[in-house]
C-alpha cells in the first residue's frame, strides 16, 4: 500500500479483492454513498465519526485486512467537529499549523540544533568507548617463516596491556611494544597476541607461521 490516504488504501483493497462498491455495500450492510464517500476521503459528508470508525471496521474485516492501523491513520488526518462528525482533509492546513505558524521561532530552533548536536556527541563518545582496543602487528604474515627467537612487533592503545602467547609484553607510552618470543618447537605454530583494555574488552590476533629448524652449530 503506497497512499497515504485512508480512502484510498479501502478502494485499493476492494479493487485488488475484484468487488464494486455495490458487493461491499452488500456485505457490510453499509449503504453504497456512505462507501463510495468513504473512498473519496468525503468524511464531512457522512454521519458522526462513531459510525465512521465502525464502518471502517466492517470493511477492513471483508478484505482480511486489520482494522487498527486504518483506524490509527484515519486518527492522525482527521479531526472530529463540535457535532462528532470529521472534518475533511486539508494538507494545506497541516502545512500551516506546527512550528512554522507565526514568525519563525529561531531561539527554538537554535535549541533543538544545540540539543541535537550535545546528543550526538555523547553518543560518538559511548560508541568510541565501547569499542574493543586497536592492535596492529608488523611483519608478521599468515604462514611467514619465523625464527624460533623472532621480535613481535606492534602497537595499541597506551592503556592497553599486551600479552603474547599468554604472555604480558611491555607497553611503551605511546602504545607501542616489542616482545622476544622464543619459540621450542618447530614446523607449524599459531601466535597469539592481545591487547585487553581495563574494561575487559579485548582485540586478537592470531597467525600461524612456520618454525624454522635452528642451524647447527659449526664450532667442534
Do not use: C
Not at 114 to 128: D, E, F, G, K
Not at 173 to 192: A, C
Amino acid at each position: 500500500m503506497k497512499t497515504n490516504t485512508i480512502g484510498e488504501l479501502l478502494r485499493q483493497e476492494r479493487e485488488s479483492h475484484r468487488l464494486s462498491v455495490e458487493q461491499v455495500a452488500r456485505l457490510t450492510h453499509i449503504r453504497e454513498e456512505y462507501i463510495q464517500q468513504i473512498e473519496a476521503n468525503a468524511f464531512d459528508q457522512l454521519p458522526p465519526a462513531v459510525y465512521v470508525k465502525g464502518y471502517v471496521r466492517s470493511i477492513a474485516q471483508i478484505f482480511g485486512v486489520e482494522p487498527e492501523p486504518l483506524l490509527a491513520l484515519l486518527r492522525r488526518d482527521y479531526k472530529e467537529g463540535d457535532k462528532g462528525v470529521l472534518s475533511t482533509y486539508s494538507p494545506l492546513a497541516k502545512k500551516r499549523g506546527g512550528l512554522w505558524r507565526g514568525p519563525i521561532k529561531w531561539p527554538a530552533i537554535l535549541a533543538g540544533g544545540m540539543l541535537v548536536t550535545i546528543a550526538a556527541y555523547i553518543t560518538a563518545q559511548w560508541m568510541i568507548a565501547q569499542r574493543p582496543p586497536p592492535l596492529a602487528v608488523e611483519k608478521l604474515d599468515e604462514l611467514t617463516e619465523i625464527a624460533s627467537d623472532m621480535v613481535i612487533v606492534g602497537r595499541t592503545s597506551p592503556e592497553a596491556i599486551v600479552l603474547v602467547n599468554e604472555q604480558p609484553a611491555a607497553l611503551r607510552p605511546d602504545g607501542s611494544f616489542s616482545y622476544q618470543l622464543q619459540l621450542e618447537q618447530t614446523g607449524l605454530v599459531t601466535i597469539k597476541i592481545e591487547a585487553r583494555d581495563e574494561r575487559g574488552k579485548s582485540t586478537t590476533i592470531e597467525k600461524t607461521v612456520r618454525v624454522k629448524q635452528p642451524q647447527p652449530s659449526s664450532l667442534p
